[in-house]
């Protein structure tokens, strides 16, 4: 029996961005089993991995401690292999036949591709979420029968990356009317905990639209109704990575970060944002996380429906 540690993000996108590599490792090492540790956001993503010893959850603490903690739980053990994306000094103080640390990438490369590169593999895999029956046979009874649907998440972990409310209750309209891309789809909401702020604006200006309300569902839940949609279009978030990784064509809408670092992967995905740059909308703000409101205003709603109409025509 082999022993893989896998040291991956806290942060629920760059968790799902580095899964590839994760399911890399399960798919040429059949004998290994594995330990992940990451945050508590991410935990549950990686529940159902296959092969699974353990999940450490790094719950963080003041002056790096948890790193210590880290160190604590893995250092009796002799690993054959350690895998570092958060690139730590932890790594090296272990016991293993091998060690690979990710080194960042000094210019702007897909996160995908970034992480790949600790295995050193020229193509990177594709992000990937192992999901339990049980989770499927829920969504099934969630969103049942053929939809179609649409799903929306309006949220993002910064108000500065969030598009305007009425912009995406326009582009619902729109998109789902008569004579829209998806006529009478029913649409989806997601969200985190707390992410209610974001929707109840929506469904306020909506009020004919049929909605099926999911936000503040659990992570492997919303993946499990993810599979079962025909489109997603929403922030730069963890569930716009999300969407990519379980095949939903997802859409995602960027501004004030790197559309090439943190676009959605795969050949059914697309990115979307207004005229100015991110280096210019970056170089505008001292700090970005600060700014009290939206960053995406210049784009518009007749740019994000031809790019998901463009987007949903291509993987019919």
């Not at 103080?93 to 690979?100: G, M, N, W, Y």
């Given at each position: 029996?082999q ?21 890399h ?23 159902e ?46 016991r ?59 949220s ?14 326009d ?15 029913h ?18 200006a ?31 978030s ?6 990519a ?6 859409l995602?809408l ?63």
């Amino acid at each position: 029996m082999q022993r893989v540690l896998f040291i991956t993000s806290t942060r629920i996108g760059d968790a799902i961005i580095n899964s590839g590599v994760l399911d890399h490792l399960v798919r040429t090492r059949p004998q290994a089993r594995f330990t992940i540790a990451c945050g508590p956001l991410a935990a549950s993503l990686f529940s159902e991995t296959p092969r699974l010893e353990r999940i450490i959850v790094m719950r963080k603490k003041k002056a790096g401690l948890h790193w210590l903690d880290l160190w604590r739980q893995t250092v009796g053990l002799k690993w054959d292999l350690v895998v570092d994306l958060r690139c730590s000094v932890t790594s090296h103080f272990l016991r293993a036949r091998q060690r690979r640390i990710l080194e960042k990438s000094k210019i702007p490369i897909p996160k995908v591709a970034e992480a790949a590169s600790v295995l050193g593999l020229d193509a990177p895999p594709d992000p990937r979420l192992h999901l339990s029956g049980a989770v499927r046979t829920e969504a099934a009874d969630r969103l049942p029968g053929d939809g179609p649907w649409l799903a929306i998440c309006p949220s993002a972990s910064w108000i500065f990356k969030v598009w305007p409310a009425e912009n995406f209750a326009d582009f619902i309209r729109r998109f789902t009317a008569s004579g829209g891309v998806m006529p009478d789809a029913h649409v989806v909401m997601l969200g985190g905990p707390g992410d209610a702020v974001y929707a109840q604006p929506i469904f306020d200006a909506l009020p004919q639209t049929s909605f099926v309300d999911l936000v503040g569902l659990g992570l492997p839940e919303t993946a499990a109704c993810l599979e079962r949609c025909r489109l997603y279009v929403g922030n730069d978030s963890g569930l716009m990575h999300m969407a990519a990784a379980v095949g939903t064509p997802t859409l995602g809408l960027f501004g004030p970060s790197d559309d090439r670092c943190y676009a959605p992967w795969g050949e059914h995905t697309d990115a979307v944002r207004g005229p100015a740059t991110f280096a210019e909308i970056d170089g505008a703000h001292d700090d970005r996380r600060e700014h009290p409101e939206s960053l995406l205003a210049d784009l518009t709603v007749d740019t994000v429906y031809d790019a998901a109409k463009a987007l949903f025509e291509r993987t019919a």
